[in-house]
């Protein structure tokens, strides 16, 4: 579930903000105008800090496991046909020879759908990845946007995915949107780490 940890709240470019701050600035009257406040969050740490993530984590890794077992598993037995019939060509009729060719064939196919149902672009993995990363994004998302409401914050960021080159400690929020999403999820964070 590398997307789990890789899921951010939606981007702004900085272009973006940028031309937003520009044209703030360049408005008539631009004097009167109130001051953009701005934030941001490393969705990256959020991710790692966060135990909800975490947990969402292990279940989609115990989820892979499983899935991978009975795939190596199924693989095993494909093996373990192609050699029997391997082994037995000589002694087999013509008719035997067919009919365990032909159930070879039907596992294989077999073992295809089962790999495309799993592994696929729409196979149950990726819904599974998909799943979490939305209740995880959701949870993220929800609290960052109650910070910047409670604390008037116009714009906040992901440092994350490079909008943010240089910010003074001061408007990082990561600590503080981690600490709320731990404590509504029962746990108490492991430590605070450094943003950009």
């Given at each position: ?12 470019s900085?272009l973006?903000?940028?031309?937003a701050?520009t044209l703030?600035a360049a408005?008539?009257?631009?004097a009167?105008?109130q001051?953009?406040k701005i934030?941001y969050v490393?969705?990256v740490r959020?991710f ?9 984590q292990?279940?989609?890794?115990r989820e892979?496991d499983a899935?991978r077992?009975e795939?190596d598993?199924r693989r ?6 192609r050699?029997?019939l391997?082994?037995q060509t000589l002694a087999?009729?013509e ?6 060719e ?7 196919a077999?073992y295809?759908q ?22 995880v ?7 960052v ?5 409670d604390d ?6 992901d ?10 400690k001061?408007?990082?929020?990561t600590?503080?949107?981690l ?8 746990t ?9």
């Open positions: 579930m590398n997307r789990l940890a890789r899921a951010r709240a939606p981007r702004a900085l973006a903000v940028l031309t701050c703030a408005w008539p009257g631009a009167q105008a001051i953009l934030g490393d969705s959020i790692a800090g966060y135990s909800y993530a975490k947990d969402a292990a279940r989609f890794s892979i899935w077992a795939s598993d095993k037995a494909i093996d373990q046909q050699a029997d391997k082994e087999l009729s008719e035997k020879r067919l009919e365990k032909s159930a070879l064939q039907k596992t294989l077999d295809d089962f790999v495309q149902a799993f592994w696929g672009p729409r196979g149950r993995a990726t819904e599974l990845n998909e799943q979490l990363t939305a209740d994004i959701q949870r993220v998302r929800t609290v946007e109650r910070v910047a409401r008037s914050y116009d714009l906040v960021l440092a994350a995915d490079g909008n943010v080159i240089f910010a003074v001061s408007l990082d929020l600590d503080r949107v600490d709320i999403l731990n404590r509504e999820a029962g108490t964070p492991a430590s605070g780490g450094t943003s950009p």
